[in-house]
């Protein structure tokens, strides 16, 4: 069992590196690590903490990040997102940017590639056969390795495909394992491009977003690493530019610069 002392270097860790809280949440530290150090015969979560300090290669911090963030995420999740994403942001940007016909769109807790891939349907499905004159690649970001990996592989249960629409199934994905598994294809995966980035490191951006999704995610932050970072978003997005959070989430009324459009819906 993790000791008091032991769940305060973790959380300390995880907060200064990637601005997770995890000061509540000693329960999930202690299951989510207990076995893993055990079968690779750490004495103690303190031993395990000081090979991921030490190891110049950042594997073992990277399979602390992993054990100890969340992806839990669906196709078709809080879907009304995705109505507003097509019914009004589309045939506006559409409209605002036919001259460079270049989309920039951030999806910035891709977790393992269902909501990104959601956003790259709702694009193909809007703008059909003039989607090759346009480019609306969606850039895809998680902090955990193991969840991108997954994301780029593109493998899901046919359980997992169970809410989207039959003509989306049968359009973007394969099926195999004798129907049991299904593959995204090619044409839908060259649309989504997945790349590891903690959100407390400067965004690598040359040009800013037209819209940015970072649904679920900010419910990791307290209030300052919150706040700090819906700046920085606001700051990485074009005027006019959109920001969905998750349904659950909020943003503090009083000093975010967004304009609230929707209790999940912001603009610039």
């Known amino acids: 069992m993790i000791t008091d002392e032991e769940f305060r270097r973790i959380s300390v860790f995880m907060k200064q590196k990637y601005g997770i809280d995890l000061s509540q949440k000693k329960t999930i530290v202690n299951g989510r690590l ?13 031993a395990f903490m000081d090979i991921v300090e030490q190891d110049q290669t950042g594997n073992q911090e990277k399979m602390l990040v992993n054990f100890l963030t969340t992806n839990h995420t669906y196709f078709m999740r809080e879907f009304e997102h995705f109505d507003y994403f097509k019914g009004v942001v589309l045939p506006e940007l559409k409209k605002r940017e036919s001259a460079r016909k270049d989309l920039r769109i951030w999806c910035g807790a891709a977790s393992t590639g269902e909501e990104p891939y959601m956003i790259a349907m709702v694009l193909a499905d ?4 003039e989607r090759n004159q346009w480019d609306t690649k969606v850039l895809a970001t998680d902090i955990s390795t193991k969840a991108l990996q997954q994301a780029s592989a593109g493998i899901y249960g046919a359980n997992q495909l169970e809410s989207l629409p039959e003509q989306w199934k049968r359009h973007f994905f394969k099926a195999a394992a004798g129907g049991t598994q299904y593959h995204v294809k090619p044409e839908l995966k060259n649309e989504v491009l997945f790349r590891q980035l903690n959100l407390m490191d400067p965004f690598p951006f ?8 970072l649904r679920n995610v900010m419910i990791y932050f307290d209030d300052r690493t919150k706040k700090d970072l819906v700046q920085r978003v606001y700051d990485a997005l074009e005027p006019g530019g959109y920001l969905f959070i998750g349904t659950t ?20």
Do not use: V
């Open 34 to 46: 207990e076995n893993y150090i055990k079968k690779q015969g750490y004495t103690n979560f303190n």
């Open 126 to 129: 809007f703008f059909g056969l």
């Open 206 to 213: 040359k040009k800013k977003m037209h819209t940015i999704f």
């Open 249 to 268: 989430e909020t943003l503090d009324r009083s000093s975010t610069p967004f304009q609230i459009i929707q209790p999940s819906i912001f603009r610039k």
